[in-house]
Each structure stands twice: as C-alpha cells, then as structure tokens.
C-alpha cells in the first residue's frame, strides 16, 4: 500500500520512522513487528486534529469513548503472539482498525470483532478504503468467532476480568492467546498456549493499562 497521497505524508514517514526507532530501544526486536509499524499510517486511524500526535508513543482517543492503543502495546501485544506469515489471527477489540492492519502487514489472515455498532461501520470503511482485506465482525468478542476456528493466535486489545473459556477452546494446539487480565487499573499481559486438546499453559508478562473488555464472559456495561 503506499502512504504518499500527498506531500504531508512525507512528514508522517519521518515521524514513523523515528517511532519505530523509539521501540527498538524500548525493547521491541522483532523485526516483522518493526517493520509492520514502520509501513501502517497511524494518523489516518485517528480523527485530523490528533494527527500531530500519532506518532508519539501514546494511547489514543477513537469515537465511542475508546482509545487507540499506545503503538508500543501493539508492538509488544504482536511480537508476544508469535506468528508466522499466513497465520490464522482473530483479533477482540477492532476499534481503530491499527493493530488489525499491522497484523494484516505481518501477512496474517486477519478476523476482529468490535461491540461498538459505529465503531464497526467506521472501521470497516477505513480498513476498506486503506486496501486492507479482512475478515470484521460486530459482535461480544469474548464469545469468540467459532465460525471460522480454530485460530494460530487470538489477541484481546481489552482489559478482561478472567480469560474467556471460548477463546482458549478456539485455538489449535499450538495456539497462543494474549490477553491483558486484571482489574480496572492495571492488567497483567498473559499468554496462554495450548499445549494439547485439554491443556493449556499461562505465562504472564509486565502490567498494562486497557479500556475495559465488556461482555458475557467480560466485565458488565
Ligand atoms: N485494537 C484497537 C486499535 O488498534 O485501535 C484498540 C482497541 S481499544 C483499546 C479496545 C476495543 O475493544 C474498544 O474498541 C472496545 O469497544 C472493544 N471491546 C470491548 N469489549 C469488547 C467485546 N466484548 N467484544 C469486542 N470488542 C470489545
């Protein structure tokens, strides 16, 4: 896809770049990660008048009061699902779009799900109108998307209560699931595989701070 529209974007690849840079020294090494942010343009997941700012090393807010996640999150939350190129990724969370697309330019087959009806519609226009081919769902993301499982990875981009049982049963053996669990103010970034039809191992990672994950199986509206 090619970002230079117009001769601003010159500008935003300058600041991309630096972004980029700023996340190899905060720790991100994986280079399809790095590589992949370095080609989405994150200010156009994002309304005009926060455009100077979306290449900061910051959350953000989106319409229906949520945020786009801070880029080092999305580098760290992609990096952690450990996928190669034509795997099978189901995303809980769409919002923006911009943690879809970079798994969409890691060469992922990408399905996500967002609650929010416009947030939906919008999204699904962006992604469209970016070029990005992608399966996208409106729909309580904690229930999974049985539809076309199992999934190599599953990444949840909200803070959840407990790790949904449906998101674990819909991964292949071998499948990672990243997800942020806690409380309300902090979550802990787990990663769980599935080892064998009935096994599941959990690691856990340093502290994060998501926008809540609402649903049956997440906190209540
Ligand atoms: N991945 C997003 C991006 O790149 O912009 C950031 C997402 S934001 C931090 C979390 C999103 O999760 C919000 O858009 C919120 O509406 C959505 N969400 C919360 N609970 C959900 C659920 N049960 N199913 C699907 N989406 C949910």
Not at 70 to 77: D, E
Not at 153 to 181: C, D, F, H, M, S
Request: hydrophobic share 40%; with cysteine; aromatic share 8%.
């Amino acid at each position: 896809m090619s970002v230079f529209s117009n001769p601003q974007d010159k500008v935003f690849e300058v600041r991309r770049k630096a972004l980029v840079k700023e996340l190899l020294g905060k720790g991100i090494f994986n280079n399809a990660v790095l590589e992949a942010i370095g080609r989405v343009p994150r200010h156009l997941y994002m309304e005009s008048g926060l455009h100077h700012r979306a290449y900061e090393d910051i959350a953000l807010p989106i319409a229906m009061r949520q945020t786009i996640s801070q880029p080092y999150t999305v580098a760290r939350q992609s990096e952690l699902l450990e996928i190669k190129p034509g795997e099978k990724v189901l995303e809980i969370g769409t919002g923006s779009g911009y943690q879809a697309s970079v798994l969409a330019e890691m060469k992922c087959r990408v399905y996500s799900i967002e609650r929010h009806r416009e947030l939906y519609e919008m999204t699904r226009q962006r992604l469209q109108q970016l070029g990005y081919k992608m399966e996208l769902k409106c729909g309580d993301g904690t229930l999974g998307w049985s539809a076309y499982a199992p999934y190599d990875a599953i990444i949840v981009t909200a803070g959840a209560p407990v790790v949904p049982e449906a998101l674990k049963n819909q991964l292949v053996i071998g499948g990672r699931l990243v997800i942020p669990v806690g409380d309300d103010k902090e979550q802990t970034m787990m990663r769980i595989i599935r080892t064998a039809a009935d096994r599941w191992e959990e690691q856990s990672f340093a502290g994060f701070k998501f926008v809540p994950l609402i649903g049956k199986d997440g906190w209540d509206e």
